[in-house]
């Protein structure tokens, strides 16, 4: 019997299947691309500069089906070299080294974004994937907690306070010093990947009401109140007591989030930055934070990474920065593995590849 292709959903869906798997809810189907294209008969040969450890590449290879060799180059002089034989790339290529890759069919990117893909590549038939979903466990995880810090007064407050050796209650037992999250509702712009993991946790987590906006014609979530077209995330922003801003990096997203945006916002609204910082303006966020438009942001990217120490964001107490490191963990390197690993496996087989991009749309 014909080996029967499984979706993306329940690859990412299914408990136990893998580590990936295993730590991975069930998500919403979604209208991705498909992209078949299938090996030689021989060998799979991989080029990339990403440093996978032995024991990855030998789970690459254990999965395939076919012998795969698999070539970590130290520059780009043997990168180049490399393209020549090479039926596959892990990582990003520029239109340059396509020149020198004659026989690339496949270009697995490392990241979620793929916003600075080459234009050469984009035009190509070569088939490109991205690791949609794999940071999403962790940045949703610091996106609840960059949250409570706001809430809770824990940063601005409390961790001030330790750092002079002081132990006194702000505020009063009725005061907002202290805000619940339960019963609040959160706008997420973006209902991709990490969209998708922050209202999962937010809801389930916190009780929260979810309201959302998505480019793609998706079923709406059980945990979701409203989904809704993305022209409508004014309007959602000026209604939401959290606006989480998830989206990919275009044309149509890039600085979103401007000073209009901000100041139509409740003042008692909090803003988190998850997916990429060139979606906000950096000193219109300054201005809601420091002028009380918003009462705080949580930002794990920044339109300047990193910003320069005279920055003001810095000089604004009621934000909490990650350093574009929410989505790292043990577990994410597990997880990026496991899904090239079993792209290589469904390449070898002839079967649609899992998180295939649209390059006319970027994502």
Known sequence: ???????????????????????????????????????????????????????????IKEVAGMPVEVVVCADREEFRKQLREAD???????????DFAPRLKWVQYGSAGVESMDEKLRASAIVVTNQARTYAPGISETAMGMLLCLTRGISQYYIPQFNRREWKPVGTTKSDD?????????????LGGIGHAVARRAYFGFDMRIVATDAKPLPTPEFVDVLRE????????????????????????????????????KRTAYFLGLSRGELFDDMAIVKALKEGWIAGAGLDVFPQEPPPSNHPIF??????????????????QIRLVELFAENVRRYAK????????DKARGY
């Open 350 to 357: 002839g079967l649609p590849l899992l998180n295939a991009v």
């Open 230 to 265: 993305p022209a409508w995330f004014r309007e959602m922003a000026a209604e939401v007591d959290v606006l989480a801003v998830c989206a990919p990096l275009t044309q149509e997203t890039r600085r979103m989030c401007d000073e209009k945006l901000f100041r139509g916002m």
């Open 178 to 190: 202290h805000v619940e999250l339960a019963g609040k509702t959160m706008g997420i712009i973006g």
């Open 88 to 98: 596959v790339v892990y990582g990003s290529i520029s239109g340059a080294d396509l």
């Open 1 to 59: 019997m014909a080996e029967e292709p499984i979706s993306r959903r329940s690859f990412m869906g299914a408990a136990g299947a893998t580590p990936w798997a295993a730590s991975q809810a069930p998500v919403a189907l979604e209208s991705f691309p498909q992209a078949t294209i299938r090996a030689g008969e021989n060998m799979i040969r991989i080029a990339t500069t990403f440093r996978f450890e032995p024991n990855e590449i030998a789970r």
């Open 315 to 332: 000089d604004c107490p009621n934000v909490v920065m990650t350093m574009h490191t929410s989505g790292w963990s043990v577990q994410r």
